[in-house]
């Protein structure tokens, strides 16, 4: 079903339902553990982390599949200073290099066809200099996060820049093993409603650490949570730091 809702306000939605936050905040410091690099963030939505790489100096390179999520990203503080790639990871510029890739914001999962996600890798696999490394998250599936997105736990009233109430919440119907279907439910100005859905993947460790090798990536290491938990700790998270070998 068509959104009632404009690229515009959808994508002032998704800003306002997803802040600045400590997963931000590792890769923000991932990408600075060293200066001015070339950077890839695949899957970078409105360019909230982007924007704030550029301005740390860094070379950055953004690519999303979303048009209106790329328009709103041109359109804010610092655009200028980013090169902003509509497409997946089949529209990396041939013969770049980047020094560092990133894939926030578990948008790993929602490249839920296993084909393209090992499409994905070998591309980033050959954008990447030798000793390039790649940082992205996914949701652990031991932790089984999807059985919390429930409407009473996710329910949230939001007013976009242009005035418009939505109120959101989610449900989640796991497919099959592997697989979960997210539905956000959306009430525009307390009357008209709608629908969106998405799928994500939720691949365990040991598919992730598979992956990458068969793409030719070394592991470095997967941790559980963004204060360097270990898998299993609780957090629900499996954050990947790889590396392309020299």
Request: net charge negative.
């Amino acid at each position: 079903m068509r959104s009632r809702l404009t690229g515009a306000q959808l994508s002032a939605l998704y800003d306002l339902e997803n802040r600045w936050a400590e997963d931000d905040d590792f890769f923000f410091d991932f990408v600075n553990e060293q200066a001015n690099r070339r950077v890839l963030d695949l899957g970078c939505g409105t360019g909230r982390i982007t924007l704030a790489l550029a301005a740390q100096g860094h070379d950055m390179v953004g690519v999303d599949p979303n048009p209106d999520s790329l328009a709103a990203a041109r359109g804010k503080p610092g655009a200028d200073g980013v090169r902003w790639i509509a497409g997946t990871s089949a529209q990396i510029p041939e013969g770049e290099v980047f020094d560092v890739a990133i894939m926030t914001a578990h948008v790993a999962q929602a490249i839920h066809d296993d084909g393209e996600w090992s499409r994905t890798l070998a591309d980033v696999h050959r954008a990447l200099i030798p000793g390039g490394r790649l940082a992205f998250d996914s949701r652990d599936p031991d932790a089984r996060a999807w059985e919390g997105w429930t409407p009473t736990a996710t329910r949230r009233r939001h007013t976009l820049p242009d005035g418009t109430t939505v109120e959101t919440w989610m449900e989640s119907d796991q497919l099959r093993e592997g697989l979960v279907t997210l539905t956000e439910y959306r009430v525009l100005d307390e009357s008209s409603s709608e629908t969106g859905t998405s799928m994500l993947a939720f691949r365990p460790e040991e598919q992730l650490r598979r992956d990458l090798g068969t793409a030719g990536f070394t592991v470095e290491r997967i941790l559980g949570g963004w204060a360097g938990e270990s898998v299993g700790s609780g957090q629900g998270e499996l954050i990947v730091l790889a590396r392309k070998p020299s």
